[in-house]
């Protein structure tokens, strides 16, 4: 199971901007802002999450990665395609629009999509399409 995830980006107002539209579709808000003064360090650090629990961060107090990916699990697929339209919205770059990937699974629903620092975000939803 999967606690939390951290990468670095290169422009900490650029990336709030972005996920902050990206992951509203998904009920993941803005909970945590660490100063340079509170961290200590350089840069500011963000903690994203839902019900208290911050488990997704981006900071510029390090390099940006290459090759960093990240998949949030939507509960619908609905969810999916809302994500994808606000992360295109907020300036992200379609990376594989929403749709089934049955090499991942039967019911693998997901959308890729690149921010701006090129890092692929992921939404996905495992969950079997609902009555037509």
Do not use: K
Not at 2 to 13: I, K, N, P, W
Not at 50 to 78: K, L, M, Y
């Amino acid at each position: 199971m999967l606690d939390h995830v951290g990468f670095a980006v290169s422009d900490t107002a650029r990336s709030r901007a972005f996920y902050e539209a990206a992951l509203r579709p998904l009920g993941i808000t803005l909970m945590h802002e660490i100063s340079p003064d509170q961290s200590g360090s350089n840069g500011t650090v963000l903690g994203f999450g839902t019900e208290g629990d911050p488990f997704f961060w981006i900071g510029d107090n390090e390099r940006t990665g290459e090759g960093t990916h990240v998949a949030f699990t939507a509960a619908s697929r609905d969810r999916v395609d809302a994500f994808h339209a606000a992360a295109l919205a907020a300036g992200g770059r379609d990376n594989g629009g929403p749709g089934l990937r049955p090499e991942y699974g039967e019911n693998y629903y997901a959308a890729f999509v690149l921010d701006p620092d090129g890092i692929n975000v992921e939404a996905v939803c495992h969950e079997p399409a609902g009555p037509e």
